[in-house]
């Protein structure tokens, strides 16, 4: 069974960074059949794609993120992660982190993990 | 951006109803549509993937339908574990985008 968890910062200063990070387990994360994802929901708001990156290291962001969002993949520790510079409280929301399959499938996701921008 | 409008925003149904919830998007999307449930403190779950097809492990009470703009999902006989708030997410061109989101309760 595929399982995918987050872990990093919940608490990140204003202007700072976000660094959050996906383990994989159950599957290989060096697969070509899948690409792995980022996602994000603000608080009473709808869920907001962020990006998604291939075993190869390609990577597809949002426009609205793309100056700010960086995401890798270390295929030796099997997990990917995410790096979002100078936030601030508009970026406050759970991420989750999710493998996307054919058809932009987003399958298995995490559980998710509150991060809150605030001095 | 492809828009996509989600309604209604809650729902409240009894056990046994059949439910609907639709999603609209701001273009055509052909069939490129997946709909998702996701339970409080637990990791969103697929159940329909191409506007109408079920994905494995799924119960057959969970459809999909729709093409182009407009799209359907509904449970035709409401259980109690399907209390969840359910969305859609297109896949036409980047970038991906969701609905709002349904939350659903029993009345």
């Known amino acids: 069974q595929v399982r995918l968890q987050e872990s990093g910062s919940r608490l990140v200063r204003p202007s700072e960074t976000l660094s959050l990070t996906c383990a994989v387990s159950?599957?290989?994360?060096?697969?070509?059949?899948?690409?792995w994802s980022w996602v994000r929901q603000p608080p009473g708001k709808g869920l907001q794609w962020i990006g998604y990156i291939y075993p190869s290291g390609s990577t597809y962001y949002s426009p609205s993120l793309k100056s700010r969002v960086t995401i890798s993949i270390d295929t030796s520790k099997n997990q990917f992660s995410l790096n979002l510079t100078s936030v601030t409280a508009a970026d406050t929301a759970i991420y989750y982190c999710a493998r996307v399959r054919t058809g932009q499938r987003f399958d298995p996701w995490g559980q998710g993990t509150l991060v809150t921008v605030s001095s | 951006d492809i828009q996509m409008t989600q309604s209604p925003s809650s729902l409240s149904a009894s056990v046994g109803d059949r439910v609907t919830i639709t999603c609209q998007a701001s273009q055509d999307i052909s069939n490129y549509l997946n709909w998702y449930q996701h339970k409080p403190g637990k990791a969103p779950k697929l159940l329909i993937y191409?506007?109408?097809n079920l994905e494995t492990g799924v119960p057959s009470r969970f459809s999909g339908s729709g093409s182009g703009t407009d799209f359907t999902f509904t449970i035709s006989s409401l259980q109690p574990e399907d209390i969840a708030t359910y969305f859609c997410?297109?896949?036409?061109?980047?970038?991906?985008?969701f609905g709002q989101g349904t939350r659903l309760e029993i009345k």
């Open positions: 997410q297109h896949y036409g061109p980047l970038p991906i985008t």
């Open positions: 191409d506007a109408s």
């Open positions: 159950g599957d290989s994360i060096s697969s070509s059949f899948y690409s």
